[in-house]
């Protein structure tokens, strides 16, 4: 049994591979001509835009696994079926039930590539790539790092930990300099636009003179400062887009000072469950390679697996809205369409089996 599930396995994640990698590209390519319509907006040009859309495609490559996964099942074990493997297999005494054991192993394989891409690699490179975009389609001097991102403000340089798409700034260190020599600094928990200004909170103020550091601790704290709010975009990404230990953080942050998390939390759970997905479409491809279609053509499959999974995606995206809108339970939304499909899958298995 090893050796079929290998097999199976292998025959699996090859087609699967292979049709994230046509997939992506294909989204890579209509992403590259969505962005030739800025080309020569201050200086991004063409090497710009490919850069741009090539750090992108860890994030594309993420949101497409799922649908690769349904597809490859259905080509690699279509195959099997028009070589009559399937059939032999099942003369042999295999149940359906133990050749989905061996497809789901390469699902699990598929699982780790996916949560590798949307915890490690995704969020870094889309960050970067919109700190491309904008720094380069805007005048605006301000320099990416790892932990945050640093801009100069006149004779002040500002670190900022983490910004936030609502436009929220956390962990704010000010350092003002006259001539050579540090005058100031500020360390401020949150900082947050009102009014048309910024407001520091929970701020600690230091002065240096001749005669020592002079600290004092305010609540709140007006920030004169040119900052411009379109800046944020050099390091905002979408809530979806974010790790799911950076959306905790933040939604611990946001309960904590009492308002609604709803939408970060949806996206966390979206996050964590996003893993899960391409098993429940590989369950899904089953179906139909025992049903109706065991015989049909290598298109008709590709037609299906692309119905099915923009059906998924579409049906993700309408309850994931819904569950903003009517203020569903954040797992719900997230976790609804994985669930319908996995019980519409298991309910084909039984009746193939």
Avoid at 117 to 134: D, N
């Amino acid at each position: 049994m090893r050796t079929l599930d290998r097999y199976l396995a292998t025959e699996v994640l090859r087609a699967a591979l292979l049709a994230a990698v046509a997939l992506t590209a294909l989204d890579a390519f209509f992403g590259l001509v969505g962005e030739l319509e800025d080309l020569g907006r201050h200086t991004y040009g063409l090497g710009t835009a490919l850069t741009y859309v090539a750090l992108t495609l860890p994030r594309r490559l993420f949101q497409m696994l799922p649908s690769a996964a349904l597809i490859g099942a259905l080509v690699a074990l279509g195959g099997m079926a028009v070589r009559s493997e399937l059939a032999v297999m099942r003369a042999a005494g295999v149940s359906v039930g133990r050749i989905a054991w061996g497809v789901l192993k390469a699902g699990l394989l598929l699982l780790l590539l996916t949560a590798l891409l949307g915890e490690l690699v995704a969020p870094w490179a889309e960050l970067r790539a919109q700190s491309l975009r904008a720094s380069t389609q805007n005048d605006l001097e301000a320099a990416q790092v790892d932990r945050g991102f640093w801009l100069r403000d006149g004779d002040s340089y500002v670190h900022v930990r983490h910004a936030f798409p609502d436009g929220e700034l956390l962990e704010v260190r000010v350092y003002t300099f006259d001539g050579e020599r540090m005058s100031a600094s500020l360390r401020a928990a949150r900082a947050r636009r009102e009014a048309d200004r910024w407001q520091l909170l929970e701020v600690e103020r230091s002065r240096f003179d001749a005669a020592g550091v002079h600290t004092d601790r305010l609540a709140r704290l007006e920030w004169q400062t040119a900052l411009d709010p379109a800046l944020l975009s050099v390091v905002v990404v979408r809530p979806e887009h974010l790790t799911a230990l950076g959306l905790a953080r933040y939604i611990d942050h946001l309960e904590r000072g009492g308002e609604d998390a709803r939408r970060y939390r949806q996206a966390f759970w979206g996050k964590l469950l996003a893993p899960l997905q391409g098993l429940v479409m590989l369950l899904v491809a089953l179906p139909f390679v025992f049903g109706g279609s065991r015989t049909a053509p290598l298109g008709q499959r590709l037609v299906i697996g692309i119905v099915v999974g923009l059906l998924f995606h579409l049906l993700s995206r309408l309850v994931g809205q819904a569950g903003h809108a009517y203020q569903l339970d954040p797992l719900l939304s997230a976790g609804l369409p994985s669930l319908l499909f996995l019980g519409l899958a298991l309910l084909g298995l039984r009746r193939v089996g």
